[in-house]
């Protein structure tokens, strides 16, 4: 949970969306597969979905920077599907 903290606060005002899920799996897949490729990210709403499933989407954030590459890493596998 420090280390949510200290990525959140040192992202926090660049912060892009590049890919939303309606199932928490696909999200984290998603995340680990970015953070191998050496892309920070976070999962905004993973939480609440777990309360309603498939009712909320997961977002995946990533810093403005790093949208580009995170966006095409996401279409290679096909995992985006959109906000």
Do not use: W
Not at 51 to 79: C, F, I, M, N, W
């Amino acid at each position: 949970m420090e280390e949510l903290s200290r990525i959140e606060s040192q992202m926090e005002e660049e912060l892009v969306s590049v890919a939303g899920f309606r199932d928490p799996t696909e999200a984290q897949m998603a995340k680990g597969m970015l953070e191998a490729a050496g892309i920070e990210c976070l999962l905004q709403g993973e939480n609440a979905n777990a309360l309603y499933p498939g009712a909320l989407r997961v977002k995946l954030q990533v810093r403005a920077a790093d949208e580009s590459a995170a966006h095409a890493l996401l279409t290679d596998v096909e995992l985006d599907d959109g906000e």
